[in-house]
């Protein structure tokens, strides 16, 4: 339903602008209808990037991005509100979210006077009731409560359900349970699993964490300093990672049912910051680089059905 | 040997009254021994780390001893504790690498600190060289600016400067927390190499991360709402704790290869309680499914099986059958 075609974002840095910073370069992807797609990388992967683009909260610097054939970055007063209908963001932090002066469910009164002028109030409490319940939350608890009286956990299911008054299409969660704790942030996340298969919802989930994209995507894209390295069927990628990079972070995971196995960390060099090469991004740290590596951008090649890596040396073993 | 903690008792002043944030800890770490530390976040943990290296104000000390190396710790004395840190126990605090001194090259720096504590920069300086060889930094971040440094460069920097004076023990307070996965694996494995290389004795990791500590660490002690609640090796904790909240915590956590379709992981209903008035008892008994009349009182830390502790009155009277 939502496609990138070649998105780039590229910052002007330096005291004058002249330099160019590409926080995502040329990435392509699509999340499909009733899908969980993972948007996996480090921080300063572009991972953010990419979903604050989506949300049109940040212009594109190149590229397209596609809601059912129309092209989101052109949209403009009352276009941008109806995408909005369809689109939401909840973001990683859920105590900055709310303004701290107000109640919490000041957020849904502002939905109200923003989308829904003409439902009745009487008739906007019952959603209200109704989409707090659908985020497993007892309604007579939570409401008429400020910001610092709820858990970080019911505050962040308070931004789900508001986007759920809104009848989404899209869900762009960046981050939401890093913040929560262990034995919070897994029913955070059986929230969105079981949202997407009533509303038959498409999520986009941007995370940091393997396991927890593991757990409940069924598509993962790895990010690398901006640039997608591997990306198709979540299983695919998790029992069989084939760029180099996919494997260094499988290895570098902490697991509770294996331990590390006692090979040398590559420890980060000082890199290239502004992301700029002829060749693949991630050859300064990678361990199979070649000549081919530093002189050409890889393609993506499709080693097995809905599995592609971007790697000269994948491609040069199956051709 | 190593570090004893006994009935140590640290509370919040503030105007509502006492914060009851670590009740009568009693436990030991060995000699070479990295003890893991975790729960959720409020659990105590940090005030448990703090306490034993600057016990200051809003925290107050209301009783218990600590012990290290057989030495009595005066924990609550600011001015006598001046003699140990960093000596004798150091610490690396939460978000340590964003508080190196922003105007100060990273050599300066380390002088200035090294003169505080009377020691002369010069004498060492070989010694920090040859740390700085063993976290992988190039000698030349001694002329460099923190700024220039990433993330994980500058938790390495902190790491040796803490542990430049041997100390008998180290606190490393949520270390890996604030990197990627691969820097996080470094430094896991560079703490161990430290331990092994005799840079400082024995180390306790604070983190809420508990698959970091299964990687890295001898022995995990769980605590919850400032109680202790298990203590055990790691294997133990991991493989077959005995305490319902570990019980119900390693099984809410995500492993890889878990999928949801698959397998739905659950988390643990309800809430921590505040540690303003804390219920009578143990902490954990509104959230226990095996909570009954017995745990309105405090259940003891109990040794139920060698080096494995738990307090709860279930396993306490199964103890007691067997």
């Known amino acids: 339903m939502l496609k990138l075609s070649n998105v780039s974002k590229v910052y002007k840095v330096g005291a004058f602008g002249e330099k160019e910073l590409h926080a995502v370069n040329d990435v392509t992807f699509d999340i499909k209808d009733g899908e969980v797609t993972s948007l996996i990388g480090e921080s300063g992967s572009g991972k953010s990037t990419i979903g604050k683009m989506i949300l049109h909260l940040i212009p594109r610097t190149k590229g397209g991005i596609f809601l059912d054939e129309t092209d989101v970055s052109e949209l403009k007063g009352a276009a941008l509100k109806e995408y909005y209908r369809r689109v939401q963001g909840v973001f990683q932090d859920p105590f900055s979210s709310y303004n701290p002066i107000f109640k919490a469910d000041r957020i849904f009164n502002m939905i109200h006077d923003e989308f829904y002028p003409e439902v009745s109030s009487q008739e906007w409490d019952d959603r209200i009731y109704d989409a707090l319940k659908a985020v497993g939350l007892n309604p007579e608890h939570v409401l008429n409560k400020f910001p610092h009286q709820l858990s970080g956990g019911q505050l962040q299911r308070f931004l789900i359900a508001r986007a759920l008054l809104l009848d989404i299409k899209l869900l762009v969660a960046d981050e939401i349970i890093s913040m929560l704790d262990a034995s919070t942030r897994i029913d955070v996340l059986n929230l969105l699993a079981d949202l997407k298969s009533r509303h038959s919802l498409s999520i986009l989930f941007i995370t940091h964490d393997l396991s927890l994209a593991n757990y409940i995507s069924e598509r993962a894209v790895i990010l690398y300093r901006g640039c997608i390295a591997e990306m198709g069927v979540t299983e695919k990628i998790f029992t069989n990672p084939m760029h180099p990079y996919t494997k260094m972070l499988m290895a570098s995971v902490p697991r509770l049912d294996q331990r590390w196995e006692k090979a040398d960390t590559v420890v980060e060099q000082t890199l290239n910051p502004m992301g700029t090469t002829a060749g693949c991004i991630y050859y300064e740290r990678c361990p199979l680089a070649d000549k081919i590596c530093a002189q050409a951008k890889p393609k993506f090649v499709e080693p097995e059905p809905d599995h592609f890596v971007a790697c000269h040396r994948v491609a040069e073993k199956i051709s | ?322």
């Not at chain 2, 001893?65 to 001015?79: C, F, K, S, T, Y």
């Not at chain 2, 999928?259 to 992981?265: H, I, N, S, W």
Request: net charge neutral; aromatic share 6%.
């Open chain 2, 1 to 322: 040997m190593g570090l004893q903690v006994e009935n140590l008792t640290v509370y919040y002043q503030t105007l509502k009254g006492n914060v009851q944030a670590l009740e009568n800890a009693s436990f030991n770490v060995a000699d070479g021994e990295i003890m893991g530390l975790a729960g959720e976040s409020g659990c105590g943990k940090t005030t448990l780390g703090h306490s034993l290296v600057y016990l200051n104000q809003p925290m107050k000390f209301i009783g218990g001893r600590v012990l290290l190396n057989d030495q009595d710790m005066p924990i609550a004395d600011m001015e006598a504790m001046n003699d140990f840190r960093l000596k004798q126990i150091s610490i690396i605090p939460q978000y340590a690498m964003n508080a190196l001194n922003p105007t100060r090259k990273i050599g300066k720096m380390t002088a200035e600190l090294l003169e505080s504590k009377k020691v002369s920069f010069k004498i060492i300086k070989a010694e920090l060289e040859r740390r700085l060889d063993l976290v992988k930094l190039p000698r030349e971040v001694l002329n460099m600016y923190p700024i220039e440094l990433s993330g994980g460069m500058k938790q390495r920097m902190v790491m040796v400067l803490s542990t430049l004076l041997n100390p008998a023990l180290l606190i490393a307070d949520e270390i890996t927390s604030a990197l990627d996965v691969a820097s996080q694996k470094a430094v896991a494995e560079m703490l161990v190499e430290f331990r092994d290389q005799q840079c400082c004795n024995s180390a306790i990791v604070i983190t809420h991360d508990i698959s970091i500590l299964y990687q890295i660490a001898d022995s995990i002690l769980i605590m919850y709402a400032g109680q202790l609640a298990e203590r055990a090796s790691t294997d133990a904790i991991i493989h077959s704790p005995r305490h319902p909240y570990t019980k119900m915590l390693i099984s809410s956590l995500p492993k890889v290869g878990v999928r949801y379709e698959e397998k739905k992981l659950s988390g643990i209903p309800g809430k921590p309680p505040l540690l303003l008035n804390p219920p009578r008892g143990c902490r954990f008994k509104e959230r226990c499914p095996l909570a009954f009349e017995k745990c309105d009182q405090v259940p003891p830390f109990e040794e139920i099986a060698p080096g494995h502790f738990v307090a709860c009155w279930k396993e306490s009277a199964k103890n007691a059958q067997a």
